[in-house]
DNA sequence: CCTTGCATGTAACAGGTTACATGATTAT
DNA sequence: ATAATCATGTAACCTGTTACATGCAAGG
């Protein structure tokens, strides 16, 4: 379990909301963490009661109210414990691999369909990546030297991206 | 949930005991699945009692007993259909991407010594599978068109982890 | 009118991890 | 002696998913 550090690494930047955390991890952080709302609220709850982040709710005039976290003292110092202990090598567990490895067992244009779906996502993520990339490369050096580790963990989001299409390109051509 | 389908996809292959299954996940095919021992067991009991596979135990001499699964006729049934069905893309969650994140709340040795260590097993796995490749390169062509799609799997792992390679170096010239 | 976005949650369930348990054989 | 390999499991716990729930505002 690491959603816990997830999120407070997020609050670390900036104080912000469940709702503004989901939508880090819908958008830009998706191709390294995810998680539905429902976890999120709960993790938030459950950090404040351990007294790593305090809670202030904003009234706003149209929207709903909003429940705005920030890290405390104590909820900086267990983030920073857990950033400084060993992370276990990532655990993976590919679907679609398995479906390929079993894909004899059924129709070649059923792999291949389901192939171009793959494809067409792991395409769209490269896209909006590389437009992440672009506001990056156009920013000065003083901005650029902020942002410099989130920028390394994108370009891990970008290859990561390049070297399943290009996978995808030999599955294809073999298929 | 798709660990009883990874297990009806290895068993559609051959018949075998959890063992067997676990140690595939642990040497061959740890890039792509992996299980723990107790959750196999208690899903290989699940899908005997549904009806997907045989069991008989089979005595040894000196080790103990093993118990072989077989896949019966609605196991192939039910694999088949799962096999058919879309496959939801990738779900990662990288502790170690959030850690690059969050880097600059701590010692930047402490960051540069973490990816060290992640280099090595990235390496490690990388050399195993491209031992791996070479028995299937060194194959005639008969064999070759029997693993066709397992290889498309091994070639997964040696593009991933390249790419990660690639990407570690650049992050290794940043920090 | 209907959908999307904003914003938060509860409850039941499924899936996965950790700890504990056994016991023989073989290698160091 | 000690550890590793073979081989199987139970029980408690933690994490994550799915279903259900509310309610206003803005846009098509």
Known sequence: MSL???????????????????QHFKQSLGYFWNAKHQQVYLELRRLSEEGWLDCQVEAQSDKPDRKVYT??????AELQRWLREPAAANKINDALLVKLY???????????????????????????????????LALDDAQKAQHRLPYLT???GILGEEAWLKWADEVAAEL
């Not at 816990?4 to 989901?22: N, W």
């Not at 890290?71 to 900086?76: A, C, I, Q, R």
């Not at 067409?120 to 490269?126: E, P, S």
């Open 4 to 22: 816990r550090h997830a999120i407070l690494t997020l609050l670390a930047t900036e104080p912000g909301s469940g709702y503004d955390i989901v």
């Open 71 to 76: 890290l405390t003292d104590s909820g900086m």
């Open 102 to 136: 079993g894909g004899t067992l059924i129709e070649a244009d059923n792999l291949r369909d389901e192939l171009a779906r793959h494809v067409d996502i792991h395409q769209q993520t490269l896209h909006s990546l590389r437009e992440i990339e672009k506001l990056y």
């Open 154 to 156: 994108l370009r891990r």
